[in-house]
T-cell receptor, first 112, second 114 residues
């Protein structure tokens, strides 16, 4: 069955630390990949997406993600986090249909 | 303004009653979705629809029903058969797949069954 795994459920970092959140998916065909963020009390927002071309994707607020097809991975990175990055982050993918599958989310807490 | 409107935002119902959550979009998107968000479980897909008069079950469709009679509307009915209906429900719609299938979310509906 198609699925998305986010291995880190909770991450705690200090400001200026580097961030990498893992995301793996299980599907053998062509995929579109996404990272969404949900700030406290707000609804989901798109951070970045990949659907073709350069596997290194840059998104908003200094985030980037790299699609590694051989590893079925799409990890999210940010070189230096800020307190305002405290949020829940969701990885998602869609296949050749419109079906969009989300991971269980990673809660990030950035300490000032 | 373009967007997705969910109503009501908060809803209380007695156990055993069916309840229908409304979702309307004016983005001219073909695809629409219903997700359920529970703490620690992320977003789980209930139903999705790629086109009018067609819809597919997601991972947790049991106890739910939908209809797609109009492109703009995708209401979700939470039936009395749903064993644990208290949750936060998100409706979404998406652009065509070939453009990256970006999904846009409504603000959600909180359903509490007492």
């Amino acid at each position: 069955a198609q699925s998305v795994s986010q291995h880190n459920h909770h991450v705690i970092l200090s400001e200026a630390a580097s961030l990498e959140l893992g995301c793996n998916y299980s599907y053998g065909g062509t995929v579109n990949l996404f990272w969404y963020v949900q700030y406290p009390g707000q609804h989901l927002q798109l951070l970045l997406k990949y659907f073709s071309g350069d596997p290194l994707v840059k998104g908003i607020k200094g985030f980037e993600a790299e699609f590694i097809k051989s590893k079925f991975s799409f990890n999210l990175r940010k070189p230096s986090v800020q307190w305002s990055d405290t949020a829940e982050y969701f990885c998602a993918f869609s296949d050749s249909s419109y079906k969009l599958i989300f991971g269980s989310g990673t809660r990030l807490l950035v300490r000032p | 303004d373009g967007g997705i409107t969910q109503s009501p935002k908060y809803l209380f119902r007695k156990e055993g009653q069916n309840v229908t959550l409304s979702c309307e979009q004016n983005l001219n998107h073909d695809a629409m979705y219903w997700y359920r968000q529970d703490p620690g479980q992320g977003l789980r897909l209930i139903y999705y629809s790629q086109i009018v008069n067609d819809f597919q079950k997601g991972d947790i469709a049991e106890g739910y029903s939908v209809s797609r009679e109009k492109k703009e509307s995708f209401p979700l009915t939470v039936t009395s058969a749903q064993k644990n209906p208290t949750a936060f429900y998100l409706c979404a719609s998406s652009t065509p797949h070939g453009t990256g299938n970006t999904i846009y979310f409504g603000e959600g509906s909180w359903l509490t069954v007492v």
